[in-house]
């Protein structure tokens, strides 16, 4: 897994790579936008010069989105648009995490309820109560503790994160042979998983079993994504 959400800066140079290539009404179509924008008259959260060209402005509530904030008020289409632009870059198989996947680089092995014990304080992850004043994201991975077993960071604070695969009510199923499923994709107006927890939900939300689901059309302000690369035998040098 990538260390963090795709940040707001690296989202830009999407859209703007986009706009390069030919792909400008794509890039209108995943580009953060308020809630409804897409053919309501709603308007696009970047701005976008006269040659195309997006860049970062203050949000409606007058608030400048960080370069390092993790990307805000992007749907999972946009979010797997940009995996899909990742990976041709690369050359490598990057793509949004499985709900599995998530808990699993979230808590380890153990069982912990947070990423780092069983133990909580409020100044351990960006959440509700760990800050005083008027409340926003902060930038990417820079809180000290809110770190997994595996390194990854911002999984229980911060923003939550777009999953793979659809949301699924019952998941106490035993997996075939200890191994995970392929995963199912949301239809269009489907249901996605959401995993991680935010800067404004409580100390419940944080554990890294929380579960959330969202229509695959949702933005919010707490929502963001990040990227996983499956581990192929390609990868690992299996000449098999």
């Known amino acids: 897994a990538r260390e963090t959400c795709v940040t707001v800066a690296e989202y830009l140079e999407f859209l703007n790579d986009l706009e390069s290539t030919g792909q400008g009404e794509l890039a209108a179509r995943v580009a953060p936008h308020e809630r409804g924008a897409m053919g309501s008259g709603h308007k696009l959260l970047f701005g976008?010069?006269?040659?195309?060209?997006?860049?970062?402005?203050?949000?409606?509530?007058?608030?400048?989105?960080?370069?390092?904030?993790?990307?805000?008020?992007?749907d999972w289409?946009?979010?797997?648009?940009?995996?899909?632009?990742?990976?041709?870059?690369?050359?490598?198989?990057?793509?949004?995490?499985t709900e599995l996947e998530s808990e699993k680089m979230s808590r380890g092995v153990d069982g912990r309820a947070w990423p780092w014990?069983?133990?909580?304080?409020?100044?351990?992850c960006h959440m509700e109560k760990s800050h005083a004043g008027r409340r926003n994201p902060i930038d990417a991975g820079s809180h000290p503790v809110d770190v997994s077993p595996y390194g990854v960071r911002d999984v229980a604070g911060n923003v939550r994160w777009w999953c793979?695969?659809?949301?699924?009510?019952?998941?106490?199923?035993?997996?075939p042979d200890g191994r995970a499923p392929e995963p199912v994709l949301p239809g269009d107006g489907g249901y996605a998983n959401v995993r991680g927890s935010s800067w404004v939900l409580s100390a419940m939300s944080c554990r890294v079993s929380q579960r959330f689901k969202n229509r695959v059309s949702y933005v919010s302000y707490d929502l963001s994504f990040?990227?996983?690369?499956?581990?192929?035998?390609?990868?690992?040098?299996?000449?098999?």
């Open 77 to 97: 289409h946009g979010a797997m648009a940009y995996a899909r632009w990742y990976a041709d870059r690369t050359g490598l198989p990057w793509r949004l995490p």
């Open 117 to 124: 014990g069983d133990g909580f304080d409020p100044s351990f």
């Open 164 to 175: 793979l695969d659809a949301y699924e009510e019952d998941r106490t199923r035993p997996l």
């Open 48 to 74: 976008r010069r006269d040659d195309g060209t997006w860049f970062n402005q203050p949000d409606p509530d007058g608030d400048l989105w960080g370069e390092r904030w993790p990307v805000l008020m992007v």
């Open 226 to 240: 990040r990227l996983v690369c499956p581990l192929t035998a390609e990868l690992l040098g299996d000449p098999g």
